[in-house]
């Protein structure tokens, strides 16, 4: 059952993906404060990130072609598509088949031996 967002009519699967919503992007709380450069983030997990990756300097998410690292998935993700996607050989496969299989690579890095055998 689908959720309407009453300000912006923006649908959501979820009550709380909508609450969520409504509470960053309408009210424009930011009720999560970073203690080391005073930037303000809406949700726990955005502070949790910034914390992580810009004053702790992590970077947990090395792309397997060419060993560089992000601090966030998502990053990677992007990295992969931009970088690395013209010389892929799944030209053929539907986008959605494509963009799992670059998570897979995302989620297993230490997974290369297997990897290549199934290839
Ligand atoms: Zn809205
Ligand atoms: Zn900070
Ligand atoms: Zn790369």
Redesign the pocket.
């Known amino acids: 059952m689908q959720r309407l967002?009453d300000?912006?009519e923006?649908k959501f699967g979820q009550k709380s993906d909508l609450f969520r919503?409504?509470k960053t992007?309408?009210e424009r709380r930011k009720d999560y404060s970073c203690d080391k450069c005073k930037k303000k983030f809406g949700q726990k997990s955005y502070l949790h990130v910034h914390l992580k990756t810009v004053h702790e300097g992590q970077r947990d998410y090395a792309c397997k072609k060419c060993e560089k690292k992000f601090g966030i998935k998502a990053n990677l993700l992007t990295h992969l598509k931009t970088v690395h996607k013209k010389s892929q050989r799944l030209r053929m496969r539907p986008v959605s088949e494509e963009i799992r299989t670059e998570i897979e690579f995302a989620q297993t890095p230490k997974d290369s031996s297997q990897m290549s055998q199934r290839l």
């Open positions: 967002c300000m912006c923006k919503h409504k992007i309408h």
